[in-house]
């Protein structure tokens, strides 16, 4: 069964530093997606990416966050200037549609730790 | 107030029992998704619902668009389904963004 790949599984990173979380979505699926949960907490939206291009974004997204797919096949999340709460579960999903017409698959997340 | 609410928060049930997880929100929505969080930290998506009523396996999701209202049935549980469940709505005004519940934490004893 196909699957969305996150690497890595846990990533731990000093305060100020810069991360690139990476996914890689199920092949043929078109919309691509960031979640985050802080641990105890409810996921939330980050931002989707459609066409080479954010569709939306949240008002968590702010300027310390961009997401890019360099090579056709990647996903990345790349947060700048980590903070103590930017630490976190990110999910990335992918969805062949809108997730109002097909369901999004998710991958197993990065466990992103600031400390 | 939240805009999707999920109740109960935790439900304990004994293996074989019938499980109800309801869901409620306060928006339009094109549609309302139903996820599984397992203890690991993975998400599976269970259902995309616009209307009416679906079924998989033992899961069955109905949803009530007049009344803002959806729930999960789970039959014949089993220890297996101890998990988090998670609805979520695509709201008509908010482009691709799920908006998610808190989650009901389900513990199946055998």
């Known amino acids: 069964e196909p699957e969305v790949t996150q690497t890595p599984s846990h990533q731990v990173t000093q305060m100020g530093q810069e991360v690139i979380l990476r996914c890689v979505p199920i092949?043929?699926?078109?919309?691509f997606y960031w979640y985050r949960q802080i641990l105890g907490q409810k996921v939330e939206f980050l931002v989707s990416f459609y066409n080479n291009e954010i569709s939306e974004k949240s008002e968590i997204f702010d300027d310390q966050f961009s997401v890019e797919r360099p090579d056709g096949s990647n996903f990345t999340l790349k947060i700048r200037s980590t903070k103590l709460e930017d630490s976190a579960m990110y999910f990335c999903?992918?969805?062949?549609?809108?997730?109002?017409?097909?369901?999004?698959?998710f991958g197993q997340g990065t466990r992103l730790t600031v400390v | 107030k939240n805009e999707v609410e999920q109740s109960p928060q935790n439900l304990t049930a004994q293996e074989g029992e019938f499980i109800t997880i309801n869901c409620s929100y306060s928006?339009?929505?094109?549609?309302l998704h139903w996820l599984q969080q397992h203890p690991g930290g993975g998400i599976v998506s269970l259902f995309m619902?616009?209307?009416g009523k679906k079924k998989h396996g033992r899961l069955i999701a109905t949803i009530n668009i007049q009344e803002k209202h959806s729930s999960l049935h789970i039959t014949a549980s089993h220890p297996r389904d101890s998990a988090v469940y998670i609805c979520?709505?695509?709201?008509?005004?908010?482009?691709?963004?799920?908006?998610f519940g808190e989650g009901t934490q389900l513990t199946v004893n055998p």
């Open positions: 979520a709505v695509r709201s008509g005004t908010s482009g691709s963004r799920l908006t």
């Open positions: 999903a992918s969805s062949e549609a809108l997730q109002d017409r097909s369901l999004p698959f």
């Open positions: 092949s043929n699926h078109l919309y």
């Open positions: 619902l616009s209307s």
């Open positions: 928006v339009g929505i094109s549609a």
